[in-house]
C-alpha cells in the first residue's frame, strides 16, 4: 500500500487486508469465515468485525457474507 493508505489504518485493519490480499483469487474474492480469520491472525471475531467494516467504510473492501472483495485504492487526493 501506498500514497498514506497504511498510515489511516489499525493494526488490526492492516492486518485484515493483507490477509485478504493474500488469499483472493485474481477477482479479489475470498469467501473465509470471520472464524477462520480470527484464529489466523490472532485476534478476536469482533475485533475482525470491527476491521471489517472500517475497510468497507473506506471503500478498501466489499463484504456480504460469507463474501469479501478487496477494492482498488482510490487517489487519497479525491475525496471518499
Known sequence: MSDGWIERLSRDE??????LV????????????EARIAGT???TRED?????????DLGMLAFEAPLYQVLALKDLDRPW
Not at 492492516?14 to 490477509?19: S, V
Open 48 to 56: 475482525v468485525a470491527r476491521a471489517r467494516q472500517r475497510l468497507v
Open 41 to 43: 491472525l490472532k485476534q
Open 14 to 19: 492492516i492486518a485484515l487486508y493483507l490477509f
Open 22 to 33: 493474500s488469499v483472493a483469487d485474481k477477482d479479489g474474492l475470498s469467501f473465509y469465515s
